[in-house]
């Protein structure tokens, strides 16, 4: 079973702090995704890497940083959480290819208080 | 400028109606490709179809269909003698290149399904 792990499905942080989401895959995949989900808006996509150490912004990338030393594991940084990033995150990995399937973690829902 | 809308928000219909959810995509590619994941109330999405867009033929799965027009940029997804199994959040997908050339996945606003019972 294809397998992509979230490091934590509920977490609550305090304002200012500095907030590491952890996800790791172990399919081999070149492709990570970093994406908030909030009602209405869908998911947004918030960073992306193709590789080791390379990365993309994507839509939303204010407030955040990532982080892709090894190829399975790619963390999302919110260097000092606001409450307006209180959303539910959600990772996934991707082989190359345009018509290649997402595989998706369980998801992180933050709350920033 | 939204790549992928999702009109409908919320559909709500009783069990055995058919319904469908309507997407429609912009993209400057010639090739691409689009996607439609189903998110139940557990959380994690799960899979359901890709379609390329060099074929326009239909697709059925049992009690599943797509509908793809390129002429309207438009892939529905229709579920036939719908079942409170089907309720969920259903978003569509459109695979695009990035400015450096990577292949990143673009999702629609999501519709939430309910199926009553």
């Known amino acids: 079973d294809v397998k992509v792990t979230q490091s934590s499905r509920y977490l609550v942080k305090r304002t200012g702090e500095k907030v590491f989401l952890e996800c790791v895959q172990d399919m081999d995949h070149e492709n990570m995704f970093w994406y908030r989900q909030d009602p209405g808006l869908g998911l947004r996509l918030i960073y992306f890497s193709y590789d080791v150490k390379m990365k993309e912004k994507g839509d939303i990338p204010e407030g955040y940083s990532v982080s892709r030393e090894k190829k399975e594991r790619f963390s999302l940084i919110l260097e000092s959480a606001s409450t307006n990033q209180t959303s539910m995150y959600l990772c996934?990995?991707?082989?190359?290819?345009?018509?290649?399937?997402?595989?998706f973690g369980q998801g992180t829902r933050l709350t920033v208080v | 400028a939204q790549k992928v809308t999702q009109a409908q928000t919320e559909i709500s219909v009783v069990e055995k109606e058919d319904v469908t959810l309507d997407c429609v995509y912009e993209t400057r590619d010639t090739t691409y490709y689009l996607f439609w994941y189903k998110q139940p109330p557990s959380g994690e999405l799960v899979f359901l179809i890709r379609r390329n867009s060099f074929d326009e033929q239909n697709e059925i799965s049992g009690r599943y269909s797509w509908n793809f027009q390129k002429s309207t940029s438009s892939f529905n997804f229709t579920i036939t003698a719908s079942q409170v199994v089907d309720s969920a959040v259903y978003f569509c997908?459109?695979?695009?290149?990035?400015?450096?050339?990577?292949?990143?996945?673009?999702f629609g606003q999501g519709t939430r399904l309910t199926i009553n019972p």
């Open positions: 996934a990995s991707r082989p190359q290819g345009p018509n290649t399937e997402a595989f």
């Open positions: 997908a459109l695979s695009e290149i990035s400015n450096e050339g990577a292949q990143k996945l673009v």
